[in-house]
């Protein structure tokens, strides 16, 4: 599915945008899941919203009554392919975010590395970004710092509670170089793959166009999940659960032995 040029591309570059582009009967059928789970919150914020394919462990609060159908659309087999050529072919899906940022009034996402928050050791993800609708600079899309994941460092963040912005987490500014920013622009059914330590964020959606994205985050199973680690971020920023968070293997098999898949998958 990636060239080579690619997959040294995701090394090098910390991202890469692949040839490879959904059918547009999947990409209408996500919008179609998209405006119901947003029928069944109508407390929440379309801008984010967490773990969408868990139907339990997940105290996000999200009502999620099609979960089913989020993790169908997470573990597409081309997807995992692509991903599976950059961190390796045992593979466990732990996180999912929709990202529905609306038109006109559609939050930002701060500069921030992923890493800064997850309960991973060794730290190591590939995310994918899935457009479900055409994503460029007009209305918010994602934007990345080349090379920004080299060293494996995690810089310092402080926190900022805006409430136009999606997370609290923000870089310090003098760590990159803002001018080197690319644009993830995307087309419906396209996706963006990207390291956990790369520096990215996106602007505000002040277009007539909403910026609608699914996300889902793999890691390699040589890493630990770590649900203690996960009670203390938790604590810390009262925003995001992971001690319950559900992993499903959707490759191979737990290479550390580790982490446990079945926490999250039952209603008791």
């Known amino acids: 599915m990636l060239t080579q040029n690619q997959i ?66 997470a573990c597409q087999e081309e997807v995992l392919t692509m991903i599976g050529q950059l961190i390796g072919d045992n593979l466990a899906l732990w996180g999912t975010t929709v990202f529905g940022k609306p038109a006109h009034n559609g939050k930002a996402t701060p500069w921030h590395q992923d890493g800064q928050y997850w309960p991973i050791k060794p730290l190591a993800t590939c995310t994918a970004w899935i457009a479900m609708d055409e994503v460029g600079a007009e209305n918010g899309c994602m934007r990345v710092i080349p090379g920004s994941h080299k060293g494996n460092d995690v810089l310092k963040h402080h926190t900022n509670k805006a409430d136009d912005l999606t997370l609290n987490q923000e870089l310090d500014v003098d760590q ?7 644009n993830m622009t995307l087309k419906p059914g396209q996706m963006s793959l990207h390291d956990i330590n790369i520096v990215h964020g996106s602007n505000h959606n002040t277009s007539s166009k909403r910026r609608a994205g699914y996300v889902l985050r793999v890691m390699p199973t040589t890493s630990h999940f770590d649900r203690e680690m996960g009670k203390q971020i938790e604590t810390s920023s009262k925003a995001v659960n992971f001690s319950d968070r559900p992993l499903f293997l959707v490759r191979g098999n737990d290479q550390c032995g580790l982490n446990d898949f079945e926490i999250g998958h039952n209603a008791s």
């Open 176 to 182: 990159f170089d803002e001018s080197k920013a690319v």
């Open 8 to 73: 040294d591309q995701y090394h090098e570059l910390g991202y890469v945008i692949p040839d490879f582009q959904l059918p547009m009967v999947v990409v209408e059928e996500m919008r179609k899941e998209l405006e119901l789970l947003i029928a069944a919150n109508p407390d929440k914020t379309a801008d984010v919203m967490f773990v969408p394919h868990a139907p339990y462990g997940n105290r996000q609060g999200l009502n999620s009554p099609r979960s089913d159908k989020w993790l169908e659309f």
